[in-house]
């Protein structure tokens, strides 16, 4: 009889995965740069490692220090490829190169989730939320992070090309020229949280397949994503703001 003392506990059939190449146009160095004192990497390291959800926390990079960083927390590391470390490369490339490499290494993962660096901020016990979302609902195959909108979409204009303006849904502008409370709920992508069995991923080389289920991120700085400058600014508002407010 086997003592199942012995017996290591079953990790959680989950890769998280996260994307950070050393390369950024708009903020240089990006996710090394400093924010609340650490590298920007480092807030969604440590929210992947305490999940429990997850079996496995992988870094796919190009960046020296970024793997320096990564191998002092404890986050396994894969090289990413040059083909896969420049500004045309998708998420899903990325992804699946690390669900190849993975396999070509023995072990094949149920679910992957993608975690964004350039989402710093991710409610405790969110990362948790929406995989329990994705493994509890038989006919889900990918969840993701979204918040509300600042305005709906069907109230959003469009540019043509000569300079005209129309609306998105045009064909339909009666239900366009409703009141926001009248239309469907909307949301907006985070970029915080993306969860995908991964032959759905292999399958239709999308992370918002048709069988897609929101994660509502909603608590303050959820929404933020550092693309530009500026949303540093916004970040470091947001921790002098908690630090205000003694959390």
Avoid at 87 to 110: K, N, P, Q, T, Y
Avoid at 160 to 189: C, M, T, Y
Avoid at 234 to 247: D, I, Q
């Amino acid at each position: 009889m086997t003592d199942s003392r012995c017996t290591p506990p079953m990790r959680p059939d989950v890769l998280a995965l996260i994307p950070a190449r050393a390369g950024s146009r708009r903020v240089p160095r990006k996710n090394t740069r400093l924010l609340g004192g650490k590298p920007l990497a480092q807030w969604t390291f440590e929210a992947a490692l305490a999940a429990a959800s997850i079996g496995k926390v992988l870094l796919s990079t190009d960046d020296p220090d970024l793997i320096a960083l990564a191998g002092h927390m404890g986050v396994d590391v894969l090289k990413r490829p040059q083909d896969l470390a420049g500004d045309h490369a998708s998420s899903v490339d990325v992804a699946l190169h690390a669900l190849d490499c993975e396999r070509a290494s023995g072990r094949d993962w149920g679910s992957l989730c993608l975690l964004q660096p350039t989402s710093p901020f991710r409610a405790e016990g969110r990362i948790d939320e929406g995989l329990s979302i994705l493994s509890e609902t038989p006919d889900v195959d990918a969840v993701v992070g979204v918040t509300e909108p600042s305005h709906h979409p069907l109230h959003c204009l469009l540019e043509h090309p000569d300079g005209s303006v129309f609306l998105i849904e045009s064909a339909n502008a009666a239900r366009a020229a409703q009141r926001s409370q009248d239309l469907p709920r909307a949301w907006a992508l985070t970029g915080s949280f993306y969860a995908i069995r991964a032959a759905t991923l292999r399958e239709t080389q999308s992370f918002l397949p048709p069988r897609c289920h929101p994660l509502a991120c909603t608590a303050p700085g959820e929404d933020i994503d550092i693309d530009w400058p500026v949303d540093f600014e916004r970040a470091e508002h947001h921790l002098s703001t908690l630090a205000g407010a003694g959390k």
